[in-house]
């Protein structure tokens, strides 16, 4: 297992390094040029070039890629082409209310996605299994940003219930702990602050949630549904073992693989586009901030959270397999296979 993971760890530094040069080349040769947009349309043609200058962008691009990846290896991902910022620090202040946002949302889509997914695949063909289908349909179909419009004209416009924006009141916002407004509020023991920062973020993750949960449910349904065929199910039955331990113990533990698969792969979804989300209800996440500086050309930006988009993906593709061993004994990551 150890020589697999460190395997897959190694495997990571190519992916990375061809992310990095498509994003590279794209930003600088699809996009425009950057100058004008940070001087301003009236900057002079002497401002523009003199800027360029500065930030290395008159060099050849396979310079400037020589000494972006130079400063990547040393964890310097640049500096802002408006805040003057260095680029680490700018996707740090904004990515813990996307992680946020991402992990309540996979939480529930997780929960409600496999409560829904069984249901149907024990009561097959009845009004519960239509019920959940026709649920997973609409969550497949209906686009985010609709959804979260929805929400918010029912939940806050017409009810009053939910906050529409934003991650929690300015008056009650924590101490910067960890930069998880629910987890800081806890550890400070201000549970005002930590039911408004709920109630803040209820609506946009039920929005960024149902995507992924109707995915979820639709793939736990079918994984049941071909567990609940297998002999040891029939054997277990025979046996006399309770139905409600037949479905627990047997069925859904060996139904999970292709679940979790399903589950790590939206968990990195979510974290690398929850744009549409954060955008709809103002969320001060990394998503939004990233499609503002695809917009002003703020390449050292965009090719960071890229970067750090990449490295989810790949260390979630990781996390999965890992807990593949641990659902299913008859995994095994022997010499060979690393």
Not at 44 to 58: C, F, I, K, P, S
Not at 115 to 125: P, Y
Not at 142 to 167: Q, V
Not at 321 to 330: E, N
């Amino acid at each position: 297992m150890l020589r697999y993971i460190i395997k897959r760890l190694l495997m990571l530094i190519p992916v990375l390094l061809g992310v990095s040069i498509i994003v590279f080349l794209i930003m600088r040769v699809f996009s425009p040029d950057p100058a004008p947009i940070v001087l301003g349309q009236h900057a002079t043609q002497q401002a523009a070039d003199a800027w360029r200058q500065v930030n290395g962008l008159n060099d050849p691009i396979y310079l400037q890629y020589f000494h972006y990846l130079k400063g990547a290896l040393t964890g310097d991902l640049g500096t802002s082409y408006y805040t003057k910022l260095p680029v680490v620090k700018e996707i740090m202040s904004r990515f813990p209310a996307t992680i946020e946002l991402a992990f309540v949302a996979i939480i529930l889509a997780s929960f409600f996605g496999i409560v829904i997914g069984v249901i149907s695949a024990v009561k097959k063909n009845s009004i519960f299994d239509n019920a959940g289908m026709f649920l997973a349909l609409i969550g497949v179909s209906m686009p985010i940003f609709w959804l979260g419009i929805l929400l918010i004209i029912l939940f806050s416009g017409a009810l009053h219930w939910l906050p529409s924006n934003g991650r929690i009141n300015p008056l009650l916002a924590p101490a910067h702990i960890t930069g998880f407004f629910l987890i800081d509020s806890l550890m400070a023991g201000n549970m005002d602050s930590f039911f408004d920062a709920l109630k803040h973020i209820i609506l946009p993750a039920s929005a960024l949630a149902m995507y992924s949960m109707a995915i979820i449910t639709r793939m736990t349904r079918s994984s049941m549904l071909d567990t609940l065929q297998q002999d040891f199910i029939r054997t277990a039955r025979a046996k006399g073992v309770p139905e409600g331990k037949v479905i627990r113990k047997h069925a859904l533990r060996n139904g999970l693989i292709p679940i979790v698969t399903v589950i790590g792969l939206q968990l990195g979804s979510l974290l690398g586009g929850a744009v549409l989300t954060e955008t709809v209800f103002s969320w001060p996440g990394i998503g939004a901030y990233t499609v503002e500086c695809i917009l002003k050309s703020d390449f050292p930006v965009v090719q960071g959270v890229v970067l750090l988009v990449a490295t989810i993906y790949v260390l979630m593709n990781l996390i999965v397999d890992v807990i593949y061993a641990f659902l299913d004994p008859r995994i095994k990551y022997s010499k060979k296979e690393v």
